[in-house]
């Protein structure tokens, strides 16, 4: 019995070869056989076909994500500042607000003093009463549920419900450059110790089945807008995984970031990290492609 091929190299025309029948359409598992019956061990030969294959298989799936991404249509604006030159303070109706970073992708940028203190407090005092437990989108039945991955408490406001969320919102329309009648309400949010929001996407997701109702009151969210309302002693920051950012939670700045299209590519996934001390409250807006009704 001749001996197994345990160790072998894998020479450049054994990557031809086996690279020549995955194009002809040969399974891995008549590979293995043919591999076999020139003395290969079955073990080996599977270890060296993956080896092969898997960097074309791969490149293949980000090719093919790439082209989904790029066939995706995009709107032909989308709300944000207007940050040529090198200005570091926006007149912003009134009221001087510090760009303190900005990024091209994902498209980002943060404000310092875009809420003074005593709109923070009123925000909160006006939330509290009304906060329950926080529910997301239900993505394959429509309308909201209670979601794990989201521990904390919330309310909406009405656009224009009182004259301080008017004030507000005027002022995030002039920043962002979007019309109020297309932006949600505002929500404002409270993280209590311990409680966070894993990492997620702001856009509805169109090929799920309850994407449906949403899309329809306004298009697709196309940018967030996230005001930072009470900070706490630990925890709590705003994380980006796949940008390796990380924004502290610091009481009147405010987040801005926008995705042209709903797809990971835009690097927009996001989340809130536990909060370990104090409390967190954010305020946030969200902005639609259309009027929002």
């Keep these: 019995m001749s001996a197994r091929i345990a160790d072998p190299a894998v020479t450049p025309q054994l990557r031809d070869w086996i ?3 995955e194009r002809a359409g040969r399974s891995r598992e008549d590979l293995v056989q043919a591999m076999c019956a020139s003395g290969w061990d079955a073990a080996v030969a599977l270890r060296v076909l993956h080896a092969v294959m898997a960097p074309s298989t791969e490149a293949s799936a980000e090719a ?30 009134g009221r001087p607000v510090q760009r303190l970073l900005s990024l091209r992708q994902p498209k ?13 407090d009123a925000l909160v005092a006006l939330a509290r ?45 002039a920043l962002l450059h979007w019309p109020v009648r297309c932006g949600e309400g505002l929500q404002v949010l409270r993280y209590g110790p311990g409680t966070e929001y894993l990492p997620h996407f702001d856009y509805f997701d169109p090929a799920q089945p309850g994407s449906k109702a949403v899309l329809a009151r306004g298009g697709q969210r196309v940018a967030t807008l996230i005001m930072y309302l009470h900070a706490p002693q ?60």
């Design 19 to 21: 690279v020549a029948q």
């Design 64 to 93: 093919s994500a790439e082209a989904a991404a790029a066939a995706m249509p995009t709107p032909p604006a989308l709300p944000g500042p207007q940050l040529a030159g090198a200005w570091a303070l926006l007149p912003l109706c």
């Design 108 to 120: 980002l940028a943060l404000f310092g003093g875009f809420l003074d203190d005593a709109e923070c």
């Design 129 to 173: 009463p009304r906060l329950g437990r926080s529910r997301t989108v239900a993505e394959r039945r429509g309308g909201s549920e209670v979601n794990a991955a989201r521990t904390s408490d919330g309310m909406f406001f009405e656009r224009g419900e009182t004259a301080l969320i008017d004030r507000i919102e005027q002022r995030i329309a």
């Design 234 to 293: 630990h925890g709590g920051a705003t994380v980006f995984p796949d940008a390796g950012i990380e924004v502290a939670p610091v009481k009147g700045h405010a987040l801005y970031f926008a995705y042209e299209r709903p797809h990971p590519s835009t690097g927009t996934l996001h989340g809130g990290a536990p909060v370990l001390e104090g409390e967190k409250w954010v305020a946030t807006k969200w902005l639609r492609e259309r009027e929002f009704a």
